[in-house]
């Protein structure tokens, strides 16, 4: 395999997440990944410090889920869900219903976290119009957040300070609350509460729902806020007669040491989100979950009398086999010790970095560990430094942070850390 020539093409043709055309920065080769390493092709490995963008929880090539996809490989790849059925779908939405907070009894199954997101909206809009609400076509969020990177999704990101201010102007116009104060421990700041308060009455007539991620912010920011920030908001929605959405994408399945991160506030939504770690990072796949209340109304011949979605690999096989593995190794529940043990290397080893100039923030909250600059990293540079620390980590704008697999072990985890802080000593971008 010539991969001098790979390379090259790949910076012509291949267009890669949140990058020009053609490349500036060659993209490293991958050939295998085992565990918790991804093998190059130049015969280096690296320790996974992302968990491939926070979905390999269970590390690489796992066998109950290969296995899991291998035989279901032998049955059929693939079937439309328009009309048709299978068991690994049926299964599927049984143990998410089981899995997920009181009131979720019905699941849609998406093909990407984004499309999850739009999915919830569509819902919230609907079941808005069912009730005669045809005034009641804006959501309400918070800054700093994120969503995903479709329209729909990008509408309730940060139009300020996140990724997608280039179409602000194209974008529905939605309602932004401030974004919740620091600290899983902070508890509820009364200002910020009183500033949702008066947000949530002024726009009462014109809102459908309300939608953020609960306890921690990832592309945004990579922020944790008090489990009662979002015990506010269904209290909130609850007095104006509002849907509340929780993007679970990226903190569901056990990354903040809850199963859910609305655990921690013990609140349920009446739309949730999930995706990432639903297959363990094998193939793609989300879902959008709600109570019977929201799918009656979506029944209702106002609202369309169904809802208006249908992607064409919606429930594909193979995803639902690997997502019904990936849950069954959560089902026993010994990832709670594992993030657990992640937290604690994470506290410890990224104490030091609290004493490096530029630095202003470290922030631990299970298995997240996040360094915050007081400017943009270098990115080259600082991936370059992580790469010859032996762990591949994907900095942006001022954060340095990982997400790793569960079953990291005590000394790849102190691989990782070490990493994290040689890539915090990294001269900042000029």
């Known amino acids: 395999m010539d991969w001098d020539a790979l390379i090259a093409a790949d910076r012509r043709h291949v267009w890669h997440p949140y990058g020009p055309m053609p490349g500036t920065v060659d993209a490293l080769g991958v050939v295998g990944a085992h565990g918790v390493r991804l093998q190059l092709a130049d015969g280096r490995e690296l320790i996974d410090g992302m968990a491939s963008w926070w979905c390999a929880v269970h590390g690489y090539?796992?066998?109950?889920?290969?296995?899991?996809?291998?035989?279901?490989?032998?049955?059929?790849?693939?079937?439309?869900?328009?009309?048709?059925?299978?068991?690994?779908?049926?299964?599927?939405?049984?143990?998410?219903?089981?899995?997920?907070?009181?009131?979720?009894?019905?699941?849609?199954?998406a093909d990407s976290g984004s499309v999850a997101v739009e999915v919830a909206i569509k819902m919230a809009l609907q079941a808005a119009r069912a009730d005669g609400a045809t005034g009641r076509t804006r959501l309400l969020t918070v800054r700093g957040g994120y969503h995903g990177d479709t329209f729909g999704a990008m509408a309730v990101c940060d139009p300020v300070g996140g990724m997608h201010s280039l179409f602000s102007q194209t974008l529905a116009q939605h309602v932004f609350a401030p974004r919740p104060p620091d600290g899983f421990d902070a508890g509820l700041d009364p200002e910020w509460a009183a500033a949702v308060d008066a947000l949530a009455a002024e726009h009462a007539g014109e809102l459908a729902a309300v939608i953020v991620e609960p306890v921690v912010q990832g592309a945004g920011g990579m922020r944790m806020h008090a489990p009662a920030c979002v015990a506010h908001l269904r209290e909130v929605?609850?007095?104006?007669?509002?849907?509340?959405?929780?993007?679970?994408?990226?903190?569901?399945?056990?990354?903040?040491?809850?199963?859910?991160?609305?655990?921690?506030?013990?609140?349920?939504?009446?739309?949730?989100?999930?995706?990432?770690?639903?297959?363990?990072?094998?193939?793609?796949?989300?879902?959008?979950?709600?109570?019977?209340?929201?799918?009656?109304?979506?029944?209702?011949?106002?609202?369309?009398?169904?809802?208006?979605?249908?992607?064409?690999?919606?429930?594909?096989?193979?995803?639902?086999?690997?997502?019904?593995?990936?849950?069954?190794?959560?089902?026993?529940?010994?990832?709670?010790?594992?993030?657990?043990?992640?937290?604690?290397?994470?506290?410890?080893?990224?104490?030091?970095?609290?004493?490096?100039?530029?630095?202003?923030?470290?922030?631990?909250?299970?298995?997240?560990?996040?360094?915050?600059?007081?400017?943009?990293?270098?990115?080259a540079r600082v991936t370059q430094a992580a790469v010859d620390a032996g762990v591949w980590l994907r900095p942006f704008r001022d954060l340095i942070y990982t997400m790793p697999p569960y079953i990291t072990g005590d000394e790849d985890l102190a691989r990782i850390t070490g990493a994290i802080l040689a890539c915090a000593a990294v001269p900042a971008r000029a």
């Open 61 to 109: 090539r796992h066998p109950a889920i290969d296995a899991a996809i291998r035989a279901q490989l032998d049955r059929m790849a693939h079937v439309m869900f328009g009309g048709l059925t299978h068991e690994g779908a049926i299964l599927l939405a049984q143990r998410l219903v089981a899995m997920t907070p009181d009131g979720l009894e019905h699941v849609f199954f």
């Open 237 to 379: 929605c609850d007095r104006h007669g509002l849907l509340l959405i929780l993007d679970e994408i990226a903190t569901g399945f056990g990354r903040t040491g809850a199963l859910f991160a609305a655990d921690h506030a013990g609140v349920a939504p009446d739309i949730m989100c999930v995706g990432k770690a639903l297959t363990g990072g094998t193939l793609t796949l989300a879902a959008t979950l709600c109570t019977p209340r929201v799918a009656e109304r979506l029944a209702s011949p106002d609202a369309g009398g169904a809802l208006m979605h249908g992607p064409t690999y919606m429930a594909n096989p193979l995803a639902c086999a690997a997502a019904l593995a990936s849950t069954a190794l959560l089902q026993d529940g010994g990832w709670r010790a594992d993030v657990a043990r992640i937290e604690r290397g994470l506290q410890d080893g990224l104490a030091p970095a609290r004493e490096l100039p530029g630095v202003v923030d470290v922030r631990v909250l299970g298995a997240i560990g996040v360094v915050q600059l007081d400017a943009p990293v270098d990115m």
